[in-house]
């Protein structure tokens, strides 16, 4: 394919992201109202392990993907990278299933009422503090990282080399990091859920 296609593509696929970011992020803005559950009749509550261990791949996947283009070898290093994107896309689509049919589990809550009281919150301690914190985090760099995740896939996969690399050293940790805090973060939670 010729530059000039490479860059027409890459536009079309930029405003693709562009629609795919807001409509996911608004999705996910949806979610989070409270009492907004669609009842399936179907219980989901064994889909949290299933985004840890989504989460997981993710990261191995990434991991693999930098070994593999430190070593050059650039085809490998592209199937890492579909690997990732399709354990995110897998992620993803479970994740909001599940928020979207499934009340929220919250730390600390002992009695199972999606309340956190005194009572309770002395019994978490600090704890509840470095999960909210790791968690806040998690979310608000999943938010931020998502579109610039698939910037840097269009630049890499429209020929665009020294853009992709450029993008991917910033983009790269930042995804990493969050693919690993949600294990962690499903970790830290498993004892509060029903």
């Known amino acids: 394919m010729s530059t000039q296609a490479n860059l027409a593509l890459a536009k079309k696929l930029n405003i693709a992201a562009i629609?795919?970011?807001?409509?996911?992020?608004g999705?996910?803005?949806v979610m989070r109202i409270p009492h907004f559950k669609i009842d399936l009749g179907i219980d989901f509550s064994f889909l949290p392990p299933l985004h840890a261990a989504f989460n997981v791949g993710v990261a191995i996947a990434l991991v693999a993907a930098l070994y593999f283009v430190k070593q050059k070898d650039i085809e490998k290093h592209r199937k890492a990278i579909y690997i990732a994107f399709g354990l995110s896309l897998l992620f993803l689509l479970s994740y909001v299933l599940y928020h979207f049919t499934t009340p929220e589990t919250v730390y600390g809550d002992l009695n199972g009422d999606r309340k956190v009281d005194?009572?309770?919150l002395l019994k978490v301690g600090s704890m509840r503090t470095i999960y909210l914190g790791i968690l806040f985090s998690h979310i608000v760099l999943a938010a931020?990282?998502?579109p610039f995740t698939l910037f840097t896939f269009i630049r890499g996969y429209t020929g665009q080399i020294e853009r992709h690399r450029k993008m991917a050293k910033w983009v790269f940790p930042?995804?990493?990091?969050v693919a690993v805090t949600g294990p962690i973060c499903y970790?830290?939670?498993?004892?509060?859920y029903s």
């Open 144 to 146: 931020v990282i998502f």
């Open 187 to 192: 970790l830290m939670l498993m004892p509060y």
């Open 174 to 177: 930042i995804w990493l990091y």
């Open 27 to 29: 999705l996910v803005g």
């Open 118 to 120: 005194a009572e309770e």
């Open 19 to 25: 629609i795919v970011s807001i409509a996911v992020l």
